[in-house]
């Protein structure tokens, strides 16, 4: 299956880091195109193939994947649309807030054929196989949806679901990564004022939430019924927990969510 990833910048570099990092990955099956040469030189010594040239990238893919900043979106489509071919290859566009309404305008040819089309918002830690993807079918078959979904499960987790959700996807899980990373930055910060070293406190905040993730994965228990396990009358952990509460954790988090949206 011959892949093309246009536009390798921080996400579309990070979908080919974990692509490479599947067992069953050939990598000269990949092309990768960008403008700069420094973002495909990255992977010079990986085996992918490597152009600045999107039209010559686009020849030959079974699928191809535009990962661009929103506001590229319609100018690199108009520039590879003659050269793709709407009946046999597969476009999947990796950009937060476009419409499928407006990129099937955009890939018009006037010729009748519609994009086997998907929309897809991963999320980077799509680069060590963990994303949380959310897959939106805009045309595409059964088995396009089967065979992206299954590309997208090889790279973490995937979701096939309805555009009118894409942007609470995008905001809780593309978004949200920021978001639980900027907890862990947090709690590294409380765990050096209360002692630790920072690269002890690190490691101790990034195996607790590893462990937290794990639990609840495991158990498939609601969140706070695992909370109520470790919070003993007067103890501590209730102490920490209603302080939090206080300073408005829950609410700030919710705020957050939904000013991701726009809301």
Known sequence: MKTTIIGVGAMGGALVEGMLKCPDTNPSDITVADPSEAAINRFIDTGVSQTTDNTAAVKGADIVFVVVKPWLVE????????????????????????????????????????????????????????????????????????????????LGQCIVTEERLLAAGTTLAS?????????????????VEIGFRASDAEHIVLQTVKGAVSLLQATGEHPEAAIDKVTTPGGVTIKGLNEMEHAGFTSAVIRGLKAGMGK
């Open 75 to 154: 100018k690199v489509l108009g520039g590879i649309k003659e050269a793709l071919d709407l009946e046999k290859q597969i476009i999947v566009v990796v950009a937060a807030g476009v419409p499928s309404e407006s990129i099937k305008l955009w890939l018009d040819k006037g010729d009748g054929n519609t994009p086997r089309l998907l929309l897809a918002i991963p999320n980077t830690a799509i680069a060590v196989r963990e994303s949380m993807t959310f897959l939106v079918p805009a045309g595409a078959s059964d088995e396009d949806i089967r065979l992206i979904a299954l590309l997208f499960g090889q």
């Open 175 to 191: 978004c949200g990564i920021a978001y639980a990373m900027r907890y862990v930055r947090a709690a590294v910060e409380g765990g």
